[in-house]
Structures are given as structure tokens and as C-alpha cells.
């Protein structure tokens, strides 16, 4: 790997954990289901406190970023890496979310406002 020490594995930590919550924020943001197993507004609580979460922890283990540090290349790539790994979980937890809600509690609900309503 590149890098030196544990600076890589880190890095991508960090950029996934950071992709996940901005991920989870905008999801619940703008209320998109396929990327967040949690309510609109949780989400963006989730959201939130990943981000900090991740900067928090990577800055507190990583205090030696710079010195020896990653090129602008490894950068990119390991910030692409960890996206790609934030999206991925998101994109399961939000099908695991959508796939396991019982449907009929969803097909019920505008019937049982009917009946209640005649």
C-alpha cells in the first residue's frame, strides 16, 4: 500500500465514514429512500454526526498527516475508494430497508382511512 504505517487504511476510513454521513444527510435531506434505512430526519442526525465523527477521529489518530504524507494521486483515488465503499453501504442498507418494510402495512393504511371515513 501507499503511504506510510497505517496513514492509508486510515485515510479511507476516514473518507468513507465522511462519504456515509454526507451521504446519509443529503438522503435524508431530500427524502430518498434507496439510501438511508432511516427517517427523514434522522438521517440527517446520522448524517451529521458521521461527518464530525469521521474528522474527530481521523485527526485525533492521524496528528502525523503530513509528515510523511500522501501525494495529491493517492489522495484522489483513496477518496474515491472510500466513497465508492460509503455508497455501496448505503445503497444496501437502503434496500434492506425498502425490502424488508412489510408491504402490507403500506397497502392497508389508504383503506383503513376509507373505511373510517364513510
Known sequence: MWGEGNL????????????FG?????A???ARRDLTP????????????FVIFAFAWFFRIQPDLF????????FVVYSFVG???AF???RLLGWLATRFT?????????????LHSK
Not at 412489510?102 to 376509507?114: D, I, S
Open 8 to 19: 492509508t487504511p486510515n485515510y479511507i476510513l476516514f473518507c468513507a465514514c465522511g462519504s
Open 22 to 26: 454526507a451521504l446519509q444527510f443529503v
Open 28 to 30: 435524508g435531506k431530500y
Open 38 to 49: 432511516f427517517a427523514p430526519r434522522l438521517a440527517q442526525l446520522v448524517g451529521a454526526v
Open 67 to 74: 509528515i510523511p504524507g500522501l501525494a495529491g494521486g493517492e
Open 83 to 85: 466513497f465508492v465503499i
Open 88 to 90: 455501496l453501504i448505503s
Open 102 to 114: 412489510p408491504r402490507h402495512v403500506h397497502a392497508l393504511a389508504p383503506r383503513k382511512r376509507e
